[in-house]
């Protein structure tokens, strides 16, 4: 259901690939909610995804920016402020890759060529679309920017690979960056933790739909949908929280404040009785 909680902003979507994506949530939810915004995502993914679908039921315009190159971005907020007619409110930023990961290279035999290619993609980005917004002074006061992360920023998942590490990093750009932000223009700057997702990206890590299933029973309230996230990040870029900035929010259920639960032990019991069965 539609609030108007996002009546008369503007704002720029990044990594919205297809209908599994969570900026692809975020993007319907920002226009349901009464926004204008701008769609992007790197070039090649204007031919493998389904950005185009999603820019032509939204009435929004895409503007194809690789997120490591700050000419990209300057032409990215320059555009979308004519686009959009003014400054920007609020900026998702939906990206992460690992070259280690797709390419099945475990975390103790990672290419480091591999490994710097995920920071810049995966975290540097971040920095470099706020100083670009900053210097351009693109973001209105008290706008929003956001970054998407994971709780394996704080705890060993080993099967994630240095994606971990790139989360830690985009965290800590959130904390500094949103500092400087704050003094400046009162722009606020925080992450979202969520839960493990059925998203193209997600799936492709090693395990995934096991860790997925694990998430769910240990999380009280259950995994955290992409519907859910893409809500979460309208009430961040809302003026409703105004006050909230330089925070890791978690939304996942609850998964973060667990220890263990017996809704595990269920579930491990049963799977050792199946493995009997089966031999």
Not at 213 to 240: E, H, Q, R, T
Not at 245 to 267: E, I, R, Y
Request: charged residues 25%; negative net charge.
């Amino acid at each position: 259901m539609a609030n108007n909680l996002l009546a008369g902003k503007r704002g720029i979507i990044f990594g919205a690939l297809d209908e599994k994506s969570i900026a692809w949530k975020v993007a319907e939810r920002c226009v349901e909610e009464g926004a204008k915004i701008t769609l992007t995502n790197v070039p090649v993914a204007m031919r493998f995804g389904g950005i185009k679908e999603l820019a032509a039921k939204l009435d929004a315009e895409i503007i194809p920016a690789d997120a490591t190159s700050v000419e990209d971005l300057e032409n990215l907020f320059t555009k979308s402020m004519e686009v959009l007619g003014g400054k920007i409110d609020f900026v998702l930023h939906s990206i992460g890759m690992s070259l280690n990961v797709r390419k099945k290279r475990e975390y103790t035999d990672v290419k480091y060529e591999w490994m710097q290619k995920t920071f810049d993609i995966s975290a540097i980005s971040f920095h470099k679309t706020m100083q670009t917004a900053m210097k351009l002074d693109a973001m209105s006061e008290w706008g929003s920017v956001l970054g998407l992360t994971y709780i394996a920023a704080q705890r060993t998942f080993p099967d994630y690979n240095e994606m971990a590490e790139s989360k830690a990093l985009l965290e800590s750009f959130a904390r500094s960056f949103g500092y400087h932000f704050a003094m400046k223009n009162k722009v606020r700057v925080n992450t979202i933790s969520q839960s493990p997702t059925m998203t193209t990206a997600g799936s492709g890590v090693k395990g995934f739909q096991d860790f997925f299933s694990y998430a769910d029973k240990v999380s009280p309230l259950g995994n955290a949908s992409a519907d859910a996230c893409a809500d979460y990040c309208i009430l961040m870029f809302s003026d409703l929280t105004r006050m909230v900035t330089m925070q890791n929010l978690f939304h996942d259920g609850g998964f973060s404040s667990m220890g263990m639960s017996p809704a595990v032990f269920d579930w491990a019991k049963e799977a050792i009785a199946r493995e009997a069965e089966e031999e």
